[in-house]
């Protein structure tokens, strides 16, 4: 009997520990009654502290931590565009009842926007990036966003260490596409995209019914690491830095937070070229989902330099569940290594050591910081999350039951974050959900034009190919006749797709009569056989959820996925008919599809190199700017 006792306090003290030793949010860590440690070398939680030096542990209160020497610091500023911003009125948003809105800059250069779909985004942008590049315009000038599948191929590109030629491969002409020549001319990256939803799954059911609550945000994650990022080298743990010398000044900041191998910030490659910003979504709080289905997301930018929300203002959410109602601020940016820390808001008359202080650069803030700083893989894996959140809906009641013991009913991951541009009191953070950015918007238009870029040129992989025979002047689109995402640029609906009715219907940043204009365009140009490149002139209405002013003039070029009839034509046999064999080419099924082969991406690139390049003075006249 006495035995028993002993294995059974031995398995509830294993517990107790594993439940400490698992949590990654200092909040969540002391809520559960467990020991935080801020101090760089032992940061974490446990259940009792262990060697963590005096001043740097609290099991009761963040606060405790004030006088910790190690606490990181953070940069923060109003706008992803520029150090600092102006104040500008108060936004008339009916979603927003206490608000500050920080006005963008006039960033120079041109908005590049990719957009999601999977691996057709990935092998898509693949294609587009490769072309760009061989003919000089892939350059440092251009701001580029991804989203979900275009930011699989943007982040690991911008930040792997092999020669450019080995990771891209070699452009063939279409008549040089044999199958033996497709397989090989894709270099490393066409290798990348693999089973994805397999590898979710065999890691979900590896840990159901253990203690692991890390949820399927964090599954997610570790499997977007695995397949995109270590193959080429890449750690997943690493924050990234827009330079060296950012990489350097950010070390000399927070001495002991990123010495350590795992930690050390990733520097570009290539210095000429674009860094990317990888698109996700605010969602909402989570404490109080289901939100009711009109909830706003927000665009959230984690880019080289920063992460976080444009614009500023307070939102009140509300839950379908007995309508409980949450308000939080929203808006601002932190550097992106400190996406989800917590900061010591307290104003520095009232501390021994300020928490907010100034330099030449701007405005610092002392962090509580999670277990680690939010590395690469933490911000890829947000950025595409919409098919993590789509697979674990589809499971049966029985497998969410079971589930539920080990927090895998949070079906997207969640993040403290901070309005910087809001808050000036201390505060803890909610937990706010985050997901793909194609949950908002899959073109990135609206940020782009939120960011103050006036010429942008857009990369769609549409899902959907466009409809040549459809008079958009003489009837609605419906889904069948271009990319769902498009219309709502325009204040338009895509009759049939409520799901994206739902995500985009505040999304509305150009005159409607601009609409039809953009598709005869594309049109024209698909039926010339070339591809479905389109430039035209554009004019902003009034959008205050994006702070966008009406009547900006703004020149968009737009590259529509299609299966341009010249290219095909120019093809070998034996390729055309490994098309027919490859479902629904060029248009692949978003989640159905994750796992094409390396043959299936190599062809699709093949194919976007070509458009680009029948298109390069075009492309060359918008990019260069």
Known sequence: MRSLVCALLLLAC????????????????????????????????????????????????????????????????????????????????????????????????????????GSRAFACTFGWVRALRDLGLWHANLTVAGIS???????????????EAALLGEYLEPER????????????????????????????LGVLGTLDSEGLGRIWR?????????????????????????AADLKRRNPGTFDRKLYKPLVPRNASAPVPIMLGALEGPASIAPLKSDAPYFSLAMGPNWAGVPGARRVTYTSRRKNHTETVAVGGFVESWALGAIPFLTVEQTMPRGRRRV???????????????????????????????LFLESLPPIGRAISAGTGFLDTVPTVRVWASSVDE?????????VGDGGDLSNTGAPYLLQRGHDRLVIFDCAETPLNVSWDPRARSPTTTDVDAYLPPLFGLRSRGDKGVEAETARNHVFDTEGFPRLVEALQAAARSGFGAVARVALTTVR????GVEAGRAVDVTLVYLDLPKRWVDALPKETVKAIRRYRGFPETPTISDLDLTRSEVSLLAQLCSWVVRQHADLLRDALLY
């Not at 801020?38 to 209160?61: D, F, L, M």
């Not at 893989?377 to 999350?385: P, Y």
């Not at 009191?425 to 959900?433: I, K, N, S, V």
Request: hydrophobic share 40%; net charge neutral; glycine share 12%.
């Open 425 to 433: 009191a201390p505060t803890t953070p909610p937990l706010q959900a």
């Open 543 to 546: 959008n205050d959820f994006f």
């Open 149 to 163: 599948g275009a930011a699989w191929f943007l982040a690991p590109f911008a930040y792997a260490t092999a020669d």
């Open 177 to 204: 596409l044999s199958a033996k020549m497709v397989a090989a001319s894709g270099g490393s990256m066409a290798s990348l995209p693999g089973p994805i939803i397999a590898k979710c799954t065999a890691r979900l």
């Open 222 to 246: 570790d499997v977007i690491d695995s397949t995109f990022l270590k193959p080429l080298g890449v750690v997943g743990t690493r924050p990234v830095a827009a330079s060296a010398a950012a």
């Open 14 to 117: 294993y517990a107790v520990d594993a439940l400490c030793s698992e949590t990654r949010d200092p909040v969540g860590c002391v809520a559960k009654g467990c020991t935080w440690c801020a101090a760089a070398t032992h940061r974490g939680c446990s259940r009792s502290g262990g060697a963590c030096p005096k001043h740097c542990s609290t099991t009761k209160h963040l606060g405790d931590l004030a006088s910790c020497p190690d606490l990181p610091v953070t940069r923060v500023s109003a706008t992803d565009a520029g150090p600092t911003v102006g104040a500008a009125g108060p936004d008339t948003s009916a979603i927003a009842s206490s608000v500050l809105v920080s006005g963008p800059s006039s960033p120079v250069g041109v908005g590049v926007g990719f957009s999601g779909g």
């Open 359 to 389: 330099d030449g650069v701007g405005e610092h803030v002392e962090v509580a910081l999670g277990t680690a700083p939010t590395g690469i893989a933490d911000s890829l894996g947000i950025a595409s999350m919409a098919p993590a959140r």
